[in-house]
C-alpha cells in the first residue's frame, strides 16, 4: 500500500438496508411523532440495532415525502374548489344575463305602456286646453308647458318606483328567481 492509504485509511461504508419489519416500526412512529426528538433518535436506533445518524435520515426523507403528499391533496382540493367557483361564476353570469334580458323586456313593456298613458293624458290636456282662446294663454303658455312638465315628469317617476317595487315582489315571490 502507499502512505497516503496508510495514513488515511477509507472508512467502512457498510450502510445497511432497513428490512421491513424495521420500515414498519419506524412508520408506526412516525405516525404518532412527525418530529423526531434526539431521545427518540437514540431509542429507535437501539430497537433498530442502527446507527442513529441512519435514523435521523430516514426520518428527514419521510417527512420531505410526507409534505410533498400533503401539498399535492392540499393542491388537488384547491383545484376542485377552484373549478366549483368557475362554473359557480359562469352560472352566476349567466343568470345576471338573463336578469338584465328580462328587465329590458318590462322597462320596454313599462316604458310602452307609459308612453301610450302620457299619449293618452296630454291629449286629454291638449283637447281641454284646445277648447280655451288661444289669445289667453299665449302669455302664460311658457310657464305653463313648465308646470305640466313638470308634473308629468313626477308622475314618470312616480309609475317607475311603483313598477320598480312590483317587478321586485314579483321576482322575490318567484322563489328569488324568474325561472322558478
Request: proline share 2%; charged share 30%; net charge neutral.
Amino acid at each position: 500500500m502507499d502512505i497516503f492509504h496508510e495514513k488515511h485509511p477509507q472508512k467502512q461504508i457498510s450502510k445497511k438496508r432497513l428490512n421491513h419489519e424495521q420500515v414498519m416500526l419506524l412508520e408506526r412512529s412516525f405516525t404518532t411523532h412527525k418530529k423526531l426528538e434526539p431521545e427518540l433518535k437514540l431509542k429507535l436506533a437501539n430497537q433498530l440495532g442502527v446507527p442513529p445518524r441512519q435514523v435521523a435520515i430516514w426520518y428527514q426523507n419521510k417527512r420531505a415525502r410526507w409534505r410533498t403528499q400533503s401539498l399535492e391533496v392540499e393542491y388537488s382540493t384547491v383545484q376542485v374548489k377552484l373549478e366549483n367557483a368557475l362554473a359557480d361564476k359562469r352560472r352566476l353570469e349567466r343568470d345576471v344575463k338573463q336578469l338584465r334580458e328580462e328587465l329590458r323586456k318590462a322597462h320596454e313593456m313599462l316604458f310602452g305602456n307609459l308612453k301610450k298613458n302620457q299619449n293618452n293624458i296630454n291629449g286629454a290636456v291638449f283637447d281641454s286646453n284646445c277648447s280655451s282662446d288661444f289669445s289667453d294663454q299665449r302669455g302664460s303658455s311658457g310657464l305653463h308647458d313648465h308646470q305640466h312638465n313638470h308634473h308629468q315628469e313626477d308622475i314618470d317617476d312616480e309609475v317607475l318606483q311603483q313598477f320598480d317595487h312590483e317587478l321586485y315582489a314579483c321576482l322575490i315571490g318567484a322563489g328569488g328567481s324568474a325561472w322558478g
